[in-house]
């Protein structure tokens, strides 16, 4: 499963990071990502990274949002962050964690990030 954490409420222009651990899974996760929801829309692609560490943003958050994982070597290979700064209302949303491997999606619970104006 994946556990998520690092979600809250911030004023517009506050910075957040969200974690995801894969716990139980064994293997190397191939592509990692973060997606959000906001009310009345559909869950969209907010950053991707792969195994080899290229990296995919959407171009609403390119250059505020940074994603990174941890040490493809060591315990940390299968968790996956996301630096959010300079955050804008619009980014208010719940935000899900999805790691790829093997054919198989695995997706987080959701942790909730409320930007205020």
């Known amino acids: 499963q994946l556990v998520e954490s690092g979600g809250g409420s911030v004023q517009a222009g506050g910075s957040l990071t969200l974690s995801c651990a894969a716990t139980g899974i064994s293997g190397t996760m191939i592509v990692m990502g973060w997606y959000r929801q906001a009310p009345g829309r559909q869950r969209e692609l907010v950053a991707t990274?792969?195994?080899?560490?290229?990296?995919?943003?959407?171009?609403s958050v390119k250059g505020r949002f940074t994603i990174s994982r941890g040490n493809v070597r060591g315990n940390g290979k299968n968790t996956v962050y996301l630096r959010m700064n300079g955050l804008k209302p619009d980014d208010t949303a719940v935000y899900y964690c999805?790691?790829?491997?093997?054919?198989?999606?695995?997706w987080g619970q959701g942790t909730q990030v409320t930007v205020s104006s």
């Open positions: 999805k790691q790829s491997r093997m054919g198989t999606d695995y």
């Open positions: 990274i792969t195994h080899a560490g290229s990296t995919n943003y959407a171009d």
